[in-house]
């Protein structure tokens, strides 16, 4: 692809995507002026173990289908189709040799910010992406910002929703529709997952 493509690379679990996630996405492309937007799910997240409720394909599934009518985003493989841990490094090291020139911005949500001194080789991410930060509610007071000379705050209107609260909401058996895409909330009717009642 051609140089300096300004390529966004928002990861995550996505156990379920949600409508915030969405919504941070189209802000990091909207302020950082990026070309597209890659949408990651991890294969098997390195902090994250023994705690993903869902398998892969359907997390994939989900996202797919989420960004299916958003120009300029997609939704990649890249993590799941590789062996082993999913690591934020090894992935842009990845895009940085599939797109040679490109511009890599990495979107993260406050509280992963927080986080990242403690992801591997996490020098080698910030000096390789540039970081674009979601507030979020819980974590927006918080004394220290790392890497904050390698950090664009995306202004967003913060929102509690995440996919812990989701997955306890859909077992319950309530509406989500606020929270999750149309699209999202089809596949997790035909799937049957998070046990949710339709
Ligand atoms: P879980 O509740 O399962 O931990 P989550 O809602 O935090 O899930 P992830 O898939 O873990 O979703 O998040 C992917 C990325 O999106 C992370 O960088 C996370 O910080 C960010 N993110 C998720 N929800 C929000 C939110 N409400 N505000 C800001 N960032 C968020």
């Not at 023994?50 to 299916?68: C, P």
């Not at 493989?77 to 020139?101: F, M, N, Q, V």
């Not at 509610?137 to 910002?145: F, K, L, M, R």
């Not at 909401?169 to 509406?175: P, T, V």
Request: net charge neutral; hydrophobic share 40%; proline share 8%.
């Amino acid at each position: 692809m051609s140089n300096g493509e300004r390529i966004g690379v928002f990861g995550g679990t996505f156990d379920p995507v949600h409508k915030t996630h969405l919504d941070i996405a189209r802000a990091a492309r909207e302020q950082a002026r990026l070309d597209r937007v890659l949408l990651v799910p991890a294969a098997t997240p390195p902090h994250k173990k023994g705690d993903v409720h869902t398998n892969a394909e359907d997390r994939f599934a989900m996202v797919a289908a989420a960004v299916a009518g958003e120009p300029n985003f997609e939704a990649s493989r890249i993590e799941i189709d590789r062996e082993g841990p999913s690591y934020t490094i090894d992935t842009l090291e990845a895009l940085s040799s599939i797109h040679p020139g490109c511009l890599l911005f990495l979107i993260v949500g406050f509280d992963s910010l927080i986080d990242l001194p403690r992801w591997r080789r996490a020098e080698d991410i910030v000096a390789r992406a540039r970081l674009l930060v979601a507030p979020r509610p819980d974590t927006a007071g918080n004394a220290q910002v790392p890497y904050a000379d390698r950090c664009q705050l995306l202004r967003i209107t913060p929102s509690a929703v995440s996919s812990t609260e989701i997955r306890k909401r859909l077992a319950a058996g309530e509406d989500l529709s606020p929270w999750l895409p149309a699209p999202v909330l089809r596949v997790i009717g035909e799937r049957g997952l998070y046990h949710a009642h339709y």
